[in-house]
């Protein structure tokens, strides 16, 4: 990938720069509660600030229908925090290649700012209509000279701004982007051992492939959150009414006898907090629960968290790893009561002396929510799925791009 230091070295002064950031921030009635992925793509866009381009980004967030404005998912406060970020006025278009955003690209003077409005409000930027992908794509590039691509939250995805865009206009990768691959380079090609990697979050199955391919690769694997509950039934454990996915239990039952075949370390939770009534998040009301062994989940109760014995073993587990790959909370993170195994898991990676690398937006909100310093961290990644995709040995459309 030709990287944003030679389109620097080119010269950028004057010439319109699309920039492809990830500003897909979560909001609460409005308001940004993480702006950690602003934050990791401002050092390109004011890179090629200062160097005198006229910056245009543009990016997507959340997942509108695709037919129009739809105010919940305005990036107007991305574009407001970027400006206070950047310490400048940033200019924002209310659309996408319409007035607004030709208007608003032809103000711009050179070293100035704008972002376009959400991207996925138009239909051809997610379209798996690769004609009506790239005329979106050829909008798009009707507002720029040159293109960086640095959203990494996306280049999994073949969407029009990430796949079709780089092609039609001088391309190179941002600072962000270059950083992420450096670090997933250490996940797979240069991996120091022994490698720890922790999965958590909800569904088993948003993680099998990357399970599939890191039964030859890793040296131990925990797994907590929601997913675990498969692996204990799996175990003819009883969970409850925990979060099970019974048609994945063959799957996760051949990969635990893989595992020991491999001479992977497949650890599970040895005891769980189980309760009759998911908590109430929102208002913060103490939860009811009890801590029970693994395998004894009362039937009517459901798993929200891993339980303190697990704590400490996975953070044994953890202590003399030389390479962590963290992605998933391994509890309802969200609530107090539940937060504590969570937190436990980034405790151990901030202890340990070990290139440990945070991955997935629930992840990475999770340690900043529950107060730990992100510089603590050897690399906390801005794409969850992203990173999950490459681990698992797929090629990445938006990478793929910058490339040719």
């Known amino acids: 990938m030709k990287t944003i230091d030679?389109?620097?070295?080119?010269?950028?002064?004057?010439?319109?720069?699309?920039?492809?950031?990830?500003?897909?921030?979560?909001?609460?009635?409005?308001?940004?509660?993480?702006?950690?992925r602003i934050r990791a793509v401002q050092p390109t866009i004011a890179k090629l600030a200062e160097a005198g381009a006229r910056v245009v980004v543009a990016s997507h967030l959340g997942r509108p229908k695709g037919t129009g404005t739809e105010p919940d998912f305005s990036l107007a406060p991305a574009a407001k925090r970027l400006g206070e970020l950047l310490g400048t006025e940033v200019?924002?278009?209310?659309?996408?290649?319409?007035?607004?955003?030709?208007?608003?690209?032809?103000?711009?003077?050179?070293?100035?700012?704008?972002?376009?409005?959400?991207?996925?409000f138009n239909a051809g930027e997610t379209s798996k209509d690769e004609a009506e992908r790239v005329a979106f794509a050829r909008e798009l590039a009707e507002l720029a000279d040159l293109y960086v691509g640095d959203g990494f939250g996306a280049v999994h995805r073949k969407h029009?701004?990430?796949?079709?865009?780089?092609?039609?206009?001088?391309?190179?990768?941002?600072?962000?982007?270059?950083?992420?691959?450096?670090?997933?380079?250490?996940?797979?090609?240069?991996?120091?051992?022994?490698?720890?990697?922790?999965?958590?979050?909800?569904?088993?199955?948003?993680?099998?492939?990357?399970?599939?391919?890191?039964?030859?690769?890793a040296d131990r694997i925990l797994i907590g959150g929601g997913m675990a509950?498969?692996?204990?039934?799996?175990?003819?454990?009883?969970?409850?009414?925990?979060?099970?996915?019974?048609d994945q239990i063959p799957t996760v039952t051949e990969y635990m006898e893989r595992a020991e075949k491999n001479g992977v370390e497949l650890v599970l939770p040895v005891d769980i907090l189980a309760s009759a009534d998911f908590p109430d998040i929102k208002g913060g009301t103490p939860a009811v629960f009890e801590t029970v062994d693994a395998d004894k989940i009362p039937a009517d109760k459901e798993g929200l968290d891993i339980g303190?014995?697990?704590?400490?073993?996975?953070?044994?587990?953890?202590?003399?790893?030389?390479?962590?790959f963290w992605n998933g909370p391994v509890g309802v993170f969200e609530h107090p009561d539940y937060a504590n195994g969570t937190r436990a898991i980034a405790q151990a990676l901030v202890d340990s002396e070990a290139f440990t690398v945070v991955g997935g937006g629930d992840s990475a909100a999770a340690v900043r929510i529950l107060g730990f310093d992100e510089n603590a961290f050897g690399h906390i990644s801005t794409g969850g799925g992203a990173s999950l995709e490459y681990l698992e040995g797929k090629t990445l459309p938006g990478l793929a791009a910058l490339e040719g």
Not at 12 to 22: I, T
Not at 106 to 118: P, Q
Not at 229 to 246: C, D, M, P, R, W
């Open 91 to 120: 200019a924002f278009a209310t659309d996408t290649v319409g007035s607004s955003a030709k208007e608003t690209v032809a103000a711009l003077a050179d070293g100035r700012v704008a972002v376009i409005e959400n991207l996925r």
């Open 229 to 246: 509950y498969t692996f204990l039934k799996a175990k003819g454990y009883e969970v409850g009414i925990s979060l099970l996915q019974q």
């Open 160 to 217: 029009a701004s990430v796949f079709d865009l780089p092609k039609l206009l001088p391309h190179a990768a941002g600072y962000l982007i270059a950083t992420e691959v450096g670090v997933l380079k250490k996940l797979t090609a240069e991996v120091k051992r022994p490698y720890v990697v922790v999965l958590g979050g909800a569904k088993v199955s948003d993680k099998l492939a990357v399970i599939d391919e890191l039964l030859g690769k």
């Open 6 to 36: 030679e389109l620097l070295a080119d010269g950028v002064a004057g010439k319109r720069v699309f920039v492809r950031a990830d500003l897909n921030v979560p909001l609460k009635e409005g308001v940004i509660t993480d702006d950690g």
């Open 308 to 324: 303190p014995k697990t704590r400490e073993l996975y953070a044994s587990k953890i202590a003399d790893a030389e390479t962590v």
